[in-house]
């Protein structure tokens, strides 16, 4: 085809498809979301807590939104995406360490051997953990996320790690913000690898990253200040860790908790059992297999999901089917 | 004297100090500054790095400034606040607890015997911070603090603890705030007793307040969601730990510090060495017996000033002296 012969109007068009959306869109802030029920409920809890004078009502400093990062706002699959920056980080620092290949934490992870990488108390991945999270400053940490995230491609989508995020929920996030709540990432996964980069792709801003961390080690080193990565006292941002690592950062019972996994239950019951205010739970099914995973009960990576979806039906938290209720999965590629 | 006899414009600016100011003192964003060096140095920085298109502009989401507690924004005499607290605490159940009377921790405490306290690795006073800290929800802990702060009143200055707060550093957290800054706590107090009343108080919200804490545990208890205070893996803001909360918290270098004792000196180490932004760090000295207090290399509560003084001096850090630098210490009492 030339593309000569497409009108100039039609291309401008496409090709400035997501920042400049046809007139009847833009009245819609979640154009990626079919009109389907799950959607509904989002604008009518919105809705409902930002109309001034009503019963329902919230004042913004108590809108906050917790958003899981794993499979609610970016896949898990085939493996969570730490655990391929960790492959990535041990394949680059190989050659530099011959010594790694007589080590069977190293060997079982080559294999993908993740049953002798958790065996004896997951020894084999903490090592894994220590080899590529800690014992640098949080500075050379930083720098190798940013060199993943520009290096790695997802081995499905065929594209940065940081552009394999769930554009249905991009677009709930920013109507939320629109709506004067504050959202936050209350994720098992590590606070300073998410921290990198969920600015640019989240408009999440690093002091509202909640995660999993080990403690850091201040010490003045050639006459600068440096903070070393440890694995003293790690904290699991996990199941009974959301609501324990929300309290410890926000400070603040949230009033909307999105998640997808029965890690999630704990911070999505602690949001609404019990919340002076009117509150809100989701859970993002994963049922599309064609455009992205479809996994609940049996799943060999991270995200399986049994107890929440009962818990989900029985308290009336919202449950997002992937494939019926989202238009679009991912965001065009840049 | 006859009220009536004063005109009645005077009365009312004088029930309005501090809230309409007169013309030319509107002009002035710290009119509890005197124009010395101090009250200089800080102007010329903030319009410094607010300036746009100048060399040293920091934009908005860098512009982050971290502030003491202790000493810096109220007193720490006679004894540190959260002492009070814990003082009152100790009081107020006593009486439920006969058995306290052979504990040799609350005997010391009764007698203000800090030796005692501190001996044995500070057991006594542990057992003081776990009887009055720990062991109940985070929200009866709110309330407990809640009820101090409207029950108690300062010895000397015979008003409740957070009306004694520094109407300068107020002045001064509110001149940041309007010039794009975010300002954090950063302290070596508990956490979760400064963010009861820091928004109040301070202007500055929950999520902003970084502290000493312990670990939470998450519970459902009567089919309603808890969270209990321990003393499992205590993080102590303080020192060297203060650059480890600002990390944890944050996520990015402050380019303002501002503390008053040596226990602060790390953290503006960390925002001030081989920092990419122009930054700026600030130590108050207690000077002033007459208004409040004069103190720092002898000091029997905390607060001492020795390494960071003469670290002051050798970086140009600023050293405000409350006696000559404050035009006032305190709020008007409301």
Not at 47 to 66: L, M
Not at 260 to 281: K, L, R, V, W
């Amino acid at each position: 085809m030339n593309l000569r012969s497409i009108p100039f109007s039609i291309i401008a068009a496409c090709l400035t498809v997501g920042t400049v959306l046809p007139a009847a869109a833009q009245t819609d802030p979640l154009p990626s979301w079919n009109d389907t029920a799950s959607k509904k409920v989002i604008v009518a809890f919105v809705e409902k807590v930002t109309k001034e004078g009503s019963a329902d009502f919230v004042p913004v400093s108590e809108r906050i939104a917790v958003f899981d990062n794993d499979g609610t706002l970016w896949p898990e699959n085939p493996v969570p995406f730490q655990l391929a920056f960790a492959s990535y980080e041990i394949t680059r620092l190989l050659p530099d360490h011959p010594e790694w290949n007589d080590d069977p934490a190293i060997q079982a992870f080559k294999k993908g051997d993740l049953a002798a990488l958790l065996a004896d108390h997951a020894k084999g991945l903490l090592r894994i953990v220590a080899l590529t999270h800690a014992g640098m400053t949080t500075e050379e940490f930083d720098q190798r996320v940013k060199d993943w995230v520009a290096e790695d491609r997802h081995p499905r989508f065929e594209r940065p790690y940081t552009q394999c995020i769930y554009q249905p929920m991009l677009e709930l996030l920013a109507y939320l913000r629109a709506h004067g709540f504050q959202t936050w990432v209350v994720s098992g996964g590590g606070k300073d690898f998410m921290r990198v980069w969920s600015e640019d792709v989240y408009g999440i801003p690093p002091e509202r990253v909640v995660g999993s961390h080990g403690q850091l080690k201040f010490a003045m080193k050639d006459g600068k200040p440096t903070l070393t990565k440890t694995l003293d006292t790690v904290f699991v941002d996990d199941k009974e860790g959301k609501p324990v690592g929300i309290q410890q950062s926000i400070g603040r019972r949230p009033i909307a908790a999105f998640g997808n996994s029965d890690g999630d239950q704990a911070m999505i019951e602690y949001t609404t059992i019990d919340n002076p205010h009117p509150s809100f739970g989701l859970i993002v099914h994963h049922t599309d297999s064609e455009r992205e995973y479809a996994y609940d009960a049996e799943t060999k990576s991270s995200g399986k999901l049994v107890t929440a979806l009962a818990e989900a039906k029985e308290r009336g938290w919202t449950v997002v089917d992937m494939k019926a209720d989202w238009k679009s999965v991912f965001p065009p590629e840049r």
